[in-house]
């Protein structure tokens, strides 16, 4: 074709040979100067010096309560290897170790198969060895060759309470994790523990620490010979140790009220977001996943209808019931929609097109103005007077308080839950498939909306503190930000915190339940009861409690438990309760 | 064409014959790492690499039979879908933390590879539409806009050692076209203020060099009196701005310089694959019998670091025989690159003989610690099959510059 003539120079030529031969001759010398000149020093290195760096596990930081109380802890466990090199026949060996040791051959060949890397390198076959199966193979050593022991650091919960759904678990790392890691430094290796849940996942690179090595001479054939002294290795760096916000003993006292239902139970301080216990019930013993993992105790967890291991508190979806009328009563109040002397007539139910909505008096209330309608929680004058409001008016407030997202404590894998909007109902239904009827769910939190009880307490934390509350956390040295919910007159929250107030003092009021023994003991709340379809209704508590300048809230939820007021409140005043008792309190100031 | 139609009468076997021959010294590398892995014969890396070589070498030829009017011609459609290709990368998951590979049916496939092959012939056309006394400033800036994209999309993957493989092509490639030296100089120098502001000793030889140079390259004097100082001044200020960035900025900038460093990483390879290769001494340790190698002490020594093994194993002699055969090889491309009378097909052979070139010296270096770890295969060598197929490729452009006739 020969578009254009080429005309490079024979000095350009020249330049770029030169430049190609200084490259390679000064790759050429070098290799020689290692190769020839240097030869002997390190034909010595290698055959002499043969170093191998092994690296030395560091024990992941401990975790403690507020005060200094252990929760979790590390101990010592056993983990039998053998190196392969020469050896022949694998079967007999595990056989042999059976029979010494009672370890089953076909779980030694299993992880054989898994952690094998090279003949030369050693290759876990069983870990966590009691004191009786090191004896018994330590005896029938000159029959099992090859054979070695490693110590590694191991997690244990020492605590009486369970705390499981907060503090997680570890587990050995899984092959996507560990190759994502590998161009950030290379921190694991295979069949490393890492945090797979809870605190121990939200903190892993906190907790975890830094593996120290140790050089090994090895000889010709690959068998340490002993520790290299010309280069001493690096001690393991241990984890930082975490100081969490639970209280031990409020812990305790809530699991136990807790036990033998299913739910979650928070108690927090709202001025200064911390979690003081939380329970999400059943749960399931943390030491379930270190050690061997007994086939029964997993089979149990597993096909427990009533899911131990979903950790109800962040991921538990629910509709809130009638502790969303705070919400509707503050949207009719803010935008001046209604005003306190305007009545309703509830009879117990409300025709509304060609349904009827029922309220949980089947008897009615009979007439009701808006302080009524939340101390006797009733849903009838919440239909009336909803009407008066856009249904995207509510979600945003309900958004405000920060439903429909996760509030972003420092637990991973939080839901969002749902707060339905006029474009989420058409994207579900189609446009003509719901009607102002999910207006009227919405006002007394049935329907579509679902909440967790995470973003229960937050929500009851932005009330209790007038609309500003740090973010929740359980790590008492977490940096916490503001959360900002509505911005509202303060008369108007100071109007709700009266209305609350009632729902636990008046005499009909359906939180009564909750109330305290002393009069220097402020308290307030509000109760749901969460129709479903899985059966009786969830019971719902919400609830503020002050003391001088301590404050308290507390969120309860039962699941299938009945009526808020009689289920949830109860549990609710034993926990604030126990917040409040002398120790507590005056620790505290 | 006497001897039939599928090979020219000139093609240069001797050429085929020095590449073969280092694939077949990567191959013999690669039986010996085999000896010492788990599985059956099937299942080792090598019988991967032959039926890749046998893929690369039909590529190869394929390649080398296209009309150089086509590849003249499509040189910026390419340039487009190898764009295109490694931005594929960014719609697929995460592999080990990095947007480099594509998966196609259970293969990883990583684009950039072939972007060399595109960037290279885009710039060949380029450059080779202008006249030399037609390269100014105007079309160095434009030159450089063409290797950025890629570059820039590259090394944001992040892969850092093909970003500056892409980058190498670009100056020798200018200069290759007749662009002035000195206005190539003009756009290295401010990186080389910037680089040496950090240590007094060098900035000031560095200055005086500067001077040297423009004295020498006689501009204006205002141009003169600009370059040298606004350079200074831009070395002057690097240090106060590079002070302004927060502490975890600089450790990112340094992380991306140099992500390999880590405590038990890089630094302990080096030291091994040192002992490994200078334990090889002349004629190494015979094959199968590096210990270095076979105890596992060496990591990716598949890819990166074949070299200790063939060092331990094979000695120096092998490695020389390597080496000069890369110096023979490419000394050879530039010539019939200097020799052939097409300016696209010249600029095109000589521009993959720098990626050839930039690679083995990144990798050899690397090897033995003459620089940081970059993580680069060493062409016709090392194990993977992205690398090999576009070695190969780039091979059967490279012999489009031997031809007496182009067609």
């Not at chain 1, 090199?85 to 042999?96: I, K, S």
């Amino acid at each position: 074709m020969l578009k254009v003539e080429n005309r490079v120079t024979r000095s350009q030529f020249q330049v770029l040979v030169l430049t190609y031969l200084v490259v390679i001759g000064a790759l050429l010398l070098r290799y020689f100067s290692l190769q020839i000149y240097e030869h002997e020093k390190f034909k010595t290195q290698a055959e002499v010096n043969r170093i191998r760096a092994v690296p030395v596990k560091a024990p992941r930081g401990l975790i403690f309560d507020r005060s200094g109380r252990l929760l979790a802890d590390n101990y010592p466990i056993y983990v039998l290897t053998v190196t392969p090199e020469q050896l022949t026949d694998l079967g007999a060996l595990f056989q042999r170790i059976q029979a010494v040791a009672g370890i089953d051959s076909s779980l030694l060949s299993q992880n054989y198969q898994h952690y094998f890397q090279s003949k030369y390198l050693p290759v876990p076959l069983a870990r966590d060895l009691s004191f009786s199966q090191l004896s018994a193979l330590e005896e029938n050593r000159y029959e099992l060759p090859y054979i070695h022991y490693q110590k590694i650091p191991s997690r244990y919960y020492p605590s009486p309470v369970q705390l499981s759904h907060v503090l997680g678990y570890i587990k050995e790392i899984d092959q996507a994790t560990l190759s994502a890691q590998l161009n950030q430094g290379h921190r694991y290796h295979p069949g490393d523990m890492i945090g797979w849940k809870g605190i121990e996942k939200a903190y892993e690179d906190y907790l975890k620490g830094e593996d120290g090595v140790q050089y090994f001479e090895v000889d010709a054939f690959g068998r340490e010979v002993g520790q290299y002294r010309d280069r001493p290795g690096e001690a393991p760096a241990p984890g930082h140790d975490l100081f969490l916000t639970i209280d031990l003993d409020l812990q305790r006292t809530a699991e136990r009220l807790m036990q033998g239902r299913a739910g979650a139970l928070l108690v927090s301080d709202p001025g200064t977001g911390e979690i003081l216990c939380a329970v999400s019930a059943p749960d399931y013993s943390p030491d379930l996943f270190t050690g061997t993992i007994r086939e029964q105790e997993w089979e149990e967890v597993l096909s427990d209808s009533l899911k131990p291991l979903l950790n109800r508190l962040t991921n538990g979806q629910y509709p809130p019931g009638s502790t969303f009328k705070i919400i509707s009563a503050l949207l009719l109040l803010k935008d001046h929609l209604i005003d306190t002397t305007q009545v309703f007539h509830c009879s117990g139910s409300y025709h509304f097109g060609d349904r009827t909505f029922h309220c949980w008096n089947e008897y009615g209330h009979g007439t009701v103005n808006l302080p009524k309608a939340i101390i006797q929680s009733c849903n009838v004058y919440f239909f009336n007077a909803i009407q008066k409001a856009d249904l995207n008016a509510l979600a945003a407030l309900a958004k405000e308080f920060g439903f429909g997202s996760p509030t972003g404590v420092d637990l991973p894998f939080e839901s969002a839950g749902i707060i339905p909007t006029k474009e989420y109902l058409t994207a579900k239904f189609g446009r003509r498939g719901w009607s102002t009827g999910a207006l009227l769910n919405l006002a007394i939190g049935q329907g579509e909306i679902l909440v967790t009880p995470m973003q229960m307490i937050q929500f009851i934390n932005l009330v209790a503190t007038h609309g500003r509350t740090p973010s929740l956390h359980f790590n008492r040295q977490a940096h916490t930000h503001w959360v900002q919910g509505p911005q509202l007159p303060d008369s108007l929250w100071k109007q709700m915190e009266t209305y609350l107030q009632a729902v636990v003092n008046h005499e009909h009021g359906t939180g009564k339940l909750f109330r305290s023994n002393s009069d220097s003991l402020w308290v307030g709340g509000k109760t749901g009861t969460a129709e479903n379809p899985h059966g009786e209704p969830h019971a719902w508590f919400v609830g503020i409690a002050r003391y001088h300048d301590i404050s308290r809230t507390v969120v309860v939820l039962i699941e299938n438990g009945g009526h808020g007021g009689e289920v949830a409140a109860p549990i609710a005043r034993a926990i604030i309760q126990q917040a409040f008792t002398e120790t507590n309190l005056f620790a505290e100031r | 064409m006497k001897t039939g139609t599928w090979l020219h009468d000139d093609f240069p076997v001797h050429v085929i014959l020095a590449v073969l021959g280092l694939s077949l010294v990567g191959i013999i590398a690669l039986i010996s790492i085999g000896l010492s892995q788990p599985g059956a014969w099937y299942q080792h890396s090598y019988v991967k690499q032959i039926l890749f070589l046998l893929i690369a070498v039909s590529l190869a030829y394929l390649v080398y039979r296209l009309p150089v009017s086509r590849i003249h011609k499509y040189a910026y459609t390419f340039y487009g879908l190898g764009l295109v290709g490694v931005t594929m990368p960014y719609f697929f998951h995460r592999v080990a933390g990095t947007h480099r590979w594509i998966s196609l049916g259970g293969i990883q496939v990583q684009p950039s590879e072939l972007a060399k092959v595109f960037l290279v012939i885009a710039l060949a056309r380029f450059l080779s539409d202008h006249k030399p006394e037609n390269l100014k400033f105007r079309e160095i800036i434009l030159s450089m806009i063409l290797v950025a994209i890629p570059v820039g999309i590259v090394a944001n993957q992040p892969d850092l050692g093909t970003a500056l493989i892409l980058f190498a092509p670009l100056f020798p490639m200018l200069f290759w076209a007749g662009a002035r030296p000195y206005h190539l100089f003009l756009f290295i120098a401010p990186l080389l203020s910037i680089l040496t502001a950090f240590h007094t000793l060098s900035f000031s030889l560095w200055g005086i060099l500067l001077l040297g140079i423009i004295y020498l390259s006689r501009p204006t004097l205002l141009a003169g009196v600009t370059v040298y100082f606004s350079n200074l001044f831009l070395g002057l200020l690097s240090p106060y701005f590079w002070g302004l960035l927060k502490p975890y900025q600089q450790e990112r900038i340094l992380t991306f310089l140099n992500p390999e460093k880590d405590p038990l990483g890089s630094a302990y390879q080096i030291i091994q694959s040192q002992t490994a290769i200078g334990s090889g001494g002349l004629f190494g340790k015979g094959f199968g019998q590096g210990t270095q190698t076979h105890l596992k002490f060496l990591p990716v020594q598949e890819s990166d670091f074949i070299l200790s093994v063939i060092g331990e194993e094979l000695g120096f002699i092998v490695i020389a025989a390597v080496l000069i055969t890369f110096a023979w090889l490419l000394i050879r491309i530039l010539r019939t690159s200097y020799e052939c009378r097409d300016r696209f097909v010249s600029l095109m052979a000589m521009g993959f003989s720098i990626i050839f070139l930039a690679h083995v010296f990144v990798n050899a270096a690397m090897t033995v610690g003459m620089i940081p770890v970059k993580g680069l295969p060493l062409p016709f060598i090392s194990y993977g099959g992205s690398f090999l197929v576009t070695s190969y490729i780039m091979l059967g452009l490279i012999l489009k510059s031997e031809l007496k006739q182009l067609d």
